[in-house]
């Protein structure tokens, strides 16, 4: 208990003194190249490495991160050694990862001097130096043991606590032993490194690494840090790479054809599955963040022996996968001898002075030979390639899947203007094969302008290839490739400390069986507290029970008596109420700037408190636009949630946002997606709990036969704990028509009670599960989410909801959502019509962006176009109707940002509507409709309130244009 009192302490001060960096610019295009000592030279020593650095640079290559240099153990017990010490037959106990002394390079390599002019060296012909730091373990008789008593972990009898490679553990509980290590970070800062790679980075504690990253960054800025390890989250914390071992042993299992080769941390049994599990892995990584790639490097090179994959494999097996590696967003490792398909018996553990070593270094011979000349000329054209083009240089990666049942592995790269666009596609097998990503958006032009690879692109745009061919060709600039949507879904659920309508609701349960569910099917999940719920230790007790790796914790905001009392306010609730759901007092548009600040700052107080570190992700029904951006400003908050679309239910109700989906609020209204990001709330709002695309609109449409309850997945209603109903949900949400990103959502406040919840909330977790293992959508924290679709998305981009059946009728309903508008196509009982169009516009206010909201009551607008709910009240906002009968609608998606509706005439001409980003265009429009169409721009008042819109006809084709600037 002492030990996770004093973790949590140290993780609380490394979070405060923390600070934020940015990885250098060189980073995007950098090439790495591993030098190992022992390996590269027959000399061993800095003196010899320095004089192949010339030949390193001719490679294209950006940094050299050498592995450890420092003094090497020489206990000569053998129950000391790591088990593939032993195995490599070199009776020496000198092992580079088995240390004695940080602060010195072991004689066998050189001198301080040495090293210093290694560095010099590599700076002159422009190249970083980055080094293996050695930190979890050390050999038996590092000088930490003499210098500090508790250098060492123990075991509760007092002997000593050793790793799986029979090596000490470093206690990082000892301030003394965190203080000599991060002077040992500076000691080689001084003599001219640049980096560090973290050897089993995952395994150090995070705050360790965060106060020796903050150390080191205020004496050198340009710092770069590499995790060997793959926890995401500790990217924003210290590091600017992690090691893509999902990627990189992907695509060596691949081109090994099932041969003996070293492959760890891959998940299923063959590339599709393999690679649905790299996309999900790196779909966590943070924005700024880079993933290591390799195809050989120490340990594969030790492991292996004689099945090194340029021993077994033809060099265009390895130059296939080099292509991938090199042009794919990361940092790229090219081990030394891999330029020259060097196939010695490559270990680090023989030691210079051993005869037998000869044959465990380089073979530069091989540098003369057609094989080594060929990967040498194939991997200088690669940097030259990443270096130059402008489409490797930091823009977007989107993976492709329509060649992976074939063994083709592939992807586009984007360039951050988005005006170059680049095909990668690569055979990793031996058989000749094709590929079509037609379906994906991207069909290649036999003319296109190819960059390097033999593949044939046929007249239709697919693809063939050869053994172990590939291609990097130019595809058409455009910024809207085609992609099929990614269906995402978050696990959320809110915990609130009360419940003054059941004062003896079981509150522990339902989260205790959430948390139970999630964790049967290890799923990511995100669980928003409530400030009365984090002031309960029962309730926070079985809180923190979740997998620590898949769960999110944030903040859940409602006002509870005890918060508003906390900051000195008075609690306006009903009598005897310590929460009460009404505008005022219950939500932050209850109270001024001043106090919203209070609030929200005594809850991100409390919340520190617990978990050590700000939340990210925040949830409540209803938030203003003024409290995101403050907290997104203040504590760097990645994504909010709030309500659906809703008929002033609880005493408040939305209309006009996107209907669903992820969007940038405006600064003025958070239900307005920004039109302008310099009027953006610089994180995503999500929409709650997956809305019937249906029934989620108004009342006057309900589903046969069912009360009218809200048209959600939420667990608790009919829509929500039918089974059928259930499955429609993710058949509507994985099927045609999405843009982009296709958001679902689920989970359940506590204070319905178990009851209610466990009615649908298991078996929608079986559903989610079941979907997840075959890869049909992806199950993430609220976090993740947000901070992919921030790396992924600069500015609001197109979502559609689109469903073809209805579970309750004979409906359809398409919704598209753009930075402009939403709009809503609708066909029932044979009638099509427009239902609804709202615009966006910046300088829309919300009714309580800057007033406090005294009443119970709140009505939240995006300016309307049409609106079938308005209508009611508003003969302004008719909904558009086409005479005759239509049967069905059909949807396609040529790009990211169109969505093309037909709908199918009864004896009447097709509809077809196309929506795109600031326009609708209509086509098929009747004469008797199209009559009473006024083309130019009308400007439209809502509430005071004037925007425009234009129109233009011309014979049977409409388009109104929404993106037009709002009126000034």
């Not at 055979?427 to 390097?452: H, I, M, Q, W």
């Not at 203040?634 to 006009?656: H, M, S």
């Not at 608790?716 to 259930?726: M, R």
Request: net charge neutral; with cysteine; aromatic share 12%.
């Amino acid at each position: 208990m002492k030990s996770n009192l004093l973790f949590a302490v140290l993780l609380f001060v490394s979070a405060a003194v923390a600070a934020p960096w940015a990885p250098p610019a060189y980073l995007e295009r950098a090439v790495v190249y591993q030098l190992v000592l022992r390996n590269c030279t027959r000399d061993g020593n800095f003196k010899a490495a320095a004089k192949m650095l010339p030949h390193v640079r001719s490679l294209g290559v950006d940094v050299v991160y050498v592995t450890p240099f420092v003094e090497m153990d020489r206990d000569m017990d053998e129950s000391g050694w790591s088990p593939r010490q032993v195995k490599s037959g070199f009776r020496t106990p000198k092992n580079p990862y088995r240390i004695s002394d940080y602060d010195k390079i072991d004689p066998e390599y050189g001198t301080d001097a040495d090293f210093r002019a290694f560095n010099a060296e590599a700076h002159r012909l422009g190249m970083k130096t980055y080094m293996d730091l050695v930190y979890l373990h050390c050999g038996p008789n590092n000088v930490l043991k003499d210098k500090f008593p508790d250098a060492f972990q123990r075991h509760p009898d007092g002997s000593v606590r050793t790793t799986q490679w029979h090596f000490p553990y470093v206690n990082f509980a000892s301030k003394e032993v965190r203080k000599y290590l991060i002077g040992s970070m500076k000691h080689w800062i001084a003599l001219g490194c640049d980096g560090f790679r973290c050897d089993v980075g995952d395994q150090v504690p995070i705050d360790f690494w965060q106060e020796a990253a903050a150390a080191c960054r205020a004496v050198k800025p340009d710092l770069v840090m590499i995790n060997e390890g793959t926890k995401a989250e500790w990217l924003e914390k210290a590091f600017d790479a992690c090691y893509a071992w999902p990627f990189s042993f992907t695509i060596r299992a691949q081109i090994a054809e099932g041969r003996d080769v070293t492959c760890w941390d891959i998940d299923g049994t063959n590339l599709v599955q393999r690679m649905a599990h790299v996309r999900k892995y790196e779909s966590g990584i943070p924005p700024n963040a880079l993933m290591f790639c390799f195809m050989d490097n120490h340990d594969t090179a030790a492991d292996d022996w004689e099945n090194r994959f340029d021993r077994v494999l033809p060099v265009e097996a390895g130059n296939a996968a080099f292509t991938l590696m090199f042009l794919r967003r990361g940092l790229p490792l090219v081990f030394n001898g891999n330029e020259i398909a060097d196939d010695s018996l490559n270990t680090f553990f023989a030691p210079v002075e051993d005869v037998a070593r000869a044959r465990k270094t380089v073979d530069w011979a091989r540098a003369l030979q057609p094989e080594g000349q060929k990967r040498l000329a194939h991997l200088r054209a690669l940097a030259k390639l990443r270096h130059e083009h402008p489409a490797f240089g930091g823009g977007a990666m989107r993976w492709l899947t329509g060649g992976e049942t074939n063994g083709v592995v592939a992807f586009t790269r984007m360039s951050a203007d988005g005006k170059s666009r680049m095909l990668v596609a690569a055979n990793l097998s031996s058989k000749t094969t094709e590929a079509d990503f037609r379906a994906e958006g991207v069909a290649v032009s036999p003319a296109a302008e190819r960059a390097l690879g033999d593949a044939v692109v046929k007249a239709d745009g697919t693809l063939a290839f050869k053994p172990w061919d590939f291609l990097v060709v130019e595809l058409a600039a455009s910024a809207a490739e085609a992609p099929k949507a990614r269906t995402v879904m978050n696990v959320v659920n809110f915990v609130r400390g009360c419940e003054p309508r059941d004062p003896e609701m079981d509150l522990v349960k339902p989260i205790a069986e959430e948390i139970a569910l999630n964790t049967k099917h290890h799923l990511p999940n995100t669980i928003l507290l409530q400030y009365d719920a984090m002031i309960r230790p029962d309730l926070m007790k079985v809180v923190k029970t979740a997998e620590p790796d898949k769960t999110e914790y944030g903040v859940w905001i409602e006002m509870a008596r005890q918060l508003v009392e906390k900051v000195g306010l008075a609690w306006r609730g009903r009598k005897g109420w310590d929460w009460d759901w009404f505008i005022n007092p219950g939500f932050l548009m209850a109270y001024s700037h001043e106090e919203r600040a209070k609030i929200i700052d005594e809850i991100f107080r409390e919340f520190k408190s617990h978990f050590g570190y700000w939340p990210k992700s925040v949830g409540s029904w209803l938030l203003d636009a003024w409290s995101m951006d403050y907290m997104q400003k203040k504590y760097d908050v990645k994504g909010f949630c709030i309500c659906r679309e809703q008929d002033n239910t609880d005493a408040y109700g939305l209309r006009g946002g996107y209907f669903n989906g992820l969007y940038y609020p405006s600064r003025k209204n958070m239900l307005s997606a920004a039109v302008d990001m310099k009027n953006a709330v610089k994180a995503p709002v999500f929409k709650m709990l997956t809305p019937d695309p249906i029934y989620n609109y108004a009342k006057s449409v309900t589903p046969k036969g069912v009360e009218s309850v809200p048209c959600t997945l939420e667990p608790v209603w009919y829509s929500g704990f039918t089974k059928a109903v259930v499955d429609w949900y993710f058949r509507v949400y994985t099927g045609p028509g999405m843009l982009n990103l296709s958001y679902m959502q689920t989970g359940q406040e506590n204070s319905f009670g178990w009851g209610m919840i466990g009615k649908g909330l298991p078996y929608q977790i079986e559903v989610i599960a079941r979907m997840a293992k075959d890869g049909r959508i992806d199950v993430e924290k609220m976090c993740d989410t947000a901070e992919r679709f921030i790396r992924e998305h600069p500015e609001n981009c197109p979502q559609t909801q689109v469903a073809l059946e209805d579970w309750g009728g004979d409906r359809k309903s398409v919704w598209y959502n753009s930075k402009h508008y939403r709009a809503n196509l609708f066909l029932a009982g044979g009638v099509l019509s427009f239902r609804d169009v709202h615009k966006m516009c910046d300088g829309f206010e919300e009714p309580f962006l800057d007033k406090v909201c005294t009443g119970w009551q709140a009505l939240y607008f995006t300016p309307p176009v049409l609106d079938e709910y308005l209508f009611k009240t508003d003969g302004r906002f008719k909904p558009v109707t086409f005479p005759g009968r239509f049967t069905e609608i059909k949807v396609e998606t040529p790009n990211a940002e169109t969505l093309v509706a037909t709908a199918k005439g009864e004896g009447v001409a097709d509809v077809r509507v196309t929506f795109t980003p600031g326009k609708i265009a209509v086509q098929g429009v009747p004469e008797t409709l199209a009559k009473s169409v006024k083309p130019g721009v009308h400007v439209l008042d809502f509430d005071g309130y004037k925007y425009q819109v234009g129109v233009t006809r011309e014979g049977d084709i409409v388009e109104a244009d929404l993106s037009l600037p709002e009126v000034k």
